[in-house]
């Protein structure tokens, strides 16, 4: 399965993009791994994800675990978590194999230059995400950037300005990727691409930002999905979610309100000692979301409000028609006291009621009988 356009997602009918996390809830075991993509593939997920790091490219000795991380995994230092975490390159290509064999778009977060180049170069991954921690890491969003790929950005803990900054290096490096001729890299060289109208177009065309809460798991309270439509107004910006919340109702509301992209956490067992698994869908769970999330595009429809031909029948039998409400002489003017609203339709519509009174009758009505609309107009409709 291919990455879609990020242009072409979001409201309007459009298909939201399903993203299975899988993340480094395979506890560094291949095996485990490759069973996330069958679990996502089955579930019918269009895109799983890993992570891909180096360890010591990523953080230091003294770096402490977060909270979350704390209470999933016991203390200690992170570099000895995540170095626990970590596949090597290999593990990488057969992922990627498993995703084309079981139909699933392959993707990866890379958390440091060598990653990102182990996906782009050697890998040729169809586009790239860049996670919350590494918004203001604008070494690794500009080379992101001048591999031209697509990016799907996280904005987990950032505030419009930070956003706005990685946004610009995310203009300039994508300018590079076009040959274009563009100054060295400087916040001042990124805030003039993304006041640049054309590379600021160029770059909202290859990016999709994910609201984000960065709380693992994060209580719904937090999750303030209306910033959401903050980042699409803010920035012209096509916009998705990427969900820390346990269970269905947070990414359903998402995908009414118009996210483009949902990424959902993935795990094959919740109980499982790890940074992520608490905060993660079983298989089953990702399933009963995709299905939801299927039936919440499907209701939202094309937005023009009309008569659905699922609608036909009951209002045929619903809606009213003016009828005579005793025996009516032809000639005799309509008065409230001849006539009547009574189902079913067909008839002249309850609301030429008014415009009937004082007419004379064309012939003779029966009582109950429907009458025509007057002459010039439509029953059901407006003037001819």
């Excluded at 879609?4 to 997602?9: E, F, L, M, N, V």
């Excluded at 698994?277 to 979301?289: C, G, I, M, V």
């Excluded at 299905?291 to 699922?310: M, N, T």
């Amino acid at each position: 399965m291919s990455v879609p356009d990020w242009s072409a997602g979001g409201p309007g009918g459009a298909r939201v993009w399903i993203v299975a996390e899988a993340g480094v809830n395979h506890d560094g075991s291949l095996a485990a791994a490759l069973e996330l993509v069958d679990a996502a593939a089955e579930a019918g997920a269009d895109a799983v994800k890993f992570q891909a790091f180096r360890a010591e490219e990523v953080v230091t000795r003294a770096a402490p675990k977060a909270a979350y991380q704390r209470r999933a995994t016991g203390e200690g230092g992170q570099l000895e978590l995540i170095r626990a975490l970590e596949l090597p390159p290999e593990a990488f290509r057969e992922l990627q194999e498993r995703c084309r064999l079981r139909g699933v778009a392959f993707l990866a977060t890379p958390f440091d230059l060598p990653s990102l180049r182990l996906l782009v170069e050697e890998l040729a991954v169809e586009a790239l995400k860049l996670p919350s921690g590494e918004l203001d890491n604008l070494q690794l969003v500009l080379e992101a950037a001048r591999s031209g790929l697509p990016v799907l950005l996280s904005t987990g803990m950032a505030s419009l300005g930070e956003v706005e900054r990685a946004l610009g290096a995310l203009a300039h490096g994508y300018a590079e990727a076009a040959g274009e001729e563009v100054p060295l890299p400087s916040l001042a060289a990124f805030r003039a691409a993304w006041e640049d109208r054309e590379r600021r177009a160029r770059a909202l065309a290859r990016v999709c930002l994910l609201h984000c809460t960065s709380q693992y798991p994060a209580p719904p309270e937090a999750v303030n999905l209306r910033a959401m439509g903050t980042l699409a107004r803010a920035f012209g910006a096509r916009v998705g979610l990427s969900d820390h919340t346990r269970g269905l109702s947070v990414p359903l509301a998402a995908a009414a309100l118009g996210a483009a992209v949902l990424e959902k956490h993935l795990t094959l067992d919740r109980r499982r000692r790890g940074p992520d698994h608490a905060a993660s869908l079983e298989p089953r769970e990702l399933a009963e979301l995709v299905r939801g999330v299927r039936e919440v595009e499907a209701a939202l429809g094309d937005g023009i409000k009309a008569c659905a031909p699922e609608e036909a029948d009951t209002r045929r039998v619903a809606r009213r028609s003016v009828v005579a409400a005793r025996p009516i002489a032809a000639g005799e003017p309509f008065s409230p006291e001849s006539l009547a609203v009574r189902r079913p339709a067909g008839g002249c519509p309850p609301w030429l009621y008014w415009d009937l009174l004082g007419r004379p009758a064309p012939r003779a009505y029966a009582a109950e009988e429907p009458l025509e609309a007057p002459f010039g107009e439509l029953p059901g409709g407006g003037p001819a």
